[in-house]
């Protein structure tokens, strides 16, 4: 946190702009201290509001904006290449696109505030074909809940923000480490799993060929459309006789597929 | 997916190398999305 605020009060709105435009374009960044920090000098007559206000509202437009219109270009393509990132692509997929399913482009309003989902926002407003002008007013107001929120955070409890500095200042790196580290190990894990899944399907995968031809022997393999709903509004075609599940409805309709038959998936 | 329906019992689980774009691609036969 200290290190946050220093950097702040030297360079004021540039770095801000920097810091914002580097976390919407994507870059795992941790904004949250940047934003308290902000506000705390805020408060403390350190940083100058409007100037502030505004590099911080331009930035998060600007990278928002670049992903809307890469959203329009590319679709929902774009959304799996972002998910694929994801420590979980399937729910990272299904997450963002219920949302925006169900609230259309208000869930701009509230996006910012929900891990993966802040980036993933823009692209999927530009795939559903959301006007541009309304696509710039709601990410303006949500822009606006979200750094307001952690400014004002940061101004109304700049006390404690600074005692709070001096206490992880006193306590050294040594937090860092253990939070870092552990965060590593979680990450390693994820890792590990899907690797070792991912090579236990590679080395059962069925060509399209192979496929054709298990159909028409009649060895009636069981067929599993996994594709999301924006996918499956670009190509609304299936394999014939595939049964369309969304990853979400899996677990619940699981029994629906036979355990005696080979079991083919298929997404985009 | 193929992790969870293993984890269900379901061990036979084989994914579509291309996926439909592989299986459009040699214009096998298809139905409409539902």
């Known amino acids: 946190m200290s290190e946050a605020l220093a950097l702040i009060a030297a360079h004021g709105p540039l770095i801000l702009f920097i810091i914002i435009l580097a976390d ?16 705390a000098l805020m408060a403390t007559g350190k940083l100058a509001p409007v100037p502030a206000a505004l590099s911080l509202l331009s930035a998060g437009l600007l990278g928002n904006l670049t992903w809307y219109l890469l959203g329009r270009r590319f679709g929902g393509r774009l959304l799996g290449f972002a998910c694929r990132m994801a420590l979980e692509p399937d729910s990272c997929v299904k997450r963002t696109e219920n949302l925006f399913t169900r609230h259309g482009v208000k869930s701009l309003l509230v996006s910012k505030f929900v891990p993966g989902l802040d980036v993933l926002g823009p692209p999927l407003a530009g795939a559903f074909g959301v006007p541009a002008g309304r696509f710039i007013a709601f990410d ?3 822009l606006a809940i979200w750094l307001g929120a952690y400014v004002g955070l940061g101004a109304l409890a700049h006390h404690q923000l600074e005692a709070a500095a001096g206490w992880f200042a006193r306590l050294g790196a040594g937090v860092a480490w253990v939070v870092g580290g552990a965060f590593l190990l979680y990450l390693a894990f994820k890792y590990a799993q899907r690797v070792r899944v991912t090579r236990r399907l590679r080395t059962s995968r069925i060509t399209a060929q192979e496929l054709k031809q298990l159909i028409d022997a009649a060895a009636g393999p069981v067929i599993v459309d996994l594709r999301h709903r924006l996918a499956g509004r670009e190509r609304p075609v299936i394999i014939p006789g595939a049964l369309v599940l969304s990853p979400d409805e899996v677990a619940a309709r699981h029994h629906e597929i036979a355990r005696d038959r080979d079991v083919i998936l298929y997404c985009a | ?12 689980v084989r994914p579509l190398a291309g996926g439909i774009d592989a299986w459009l691609a040699l214009e096998y036969p298809v139905a409409p999305r539902p």
């Open chain 2, 1 to 12: 997916v193929a992790l969870l329906l293993m984890e269900r019992g379901i061990q036979r």
């Open chain 1, 140 to 142: 303006v107001a949500g």
């Open chain 1, 24 to 39: 919407q374009s994507g870059l795992p960044w941790p904004m949250e201290p940047f934003l308290l920090g902000a506000g």
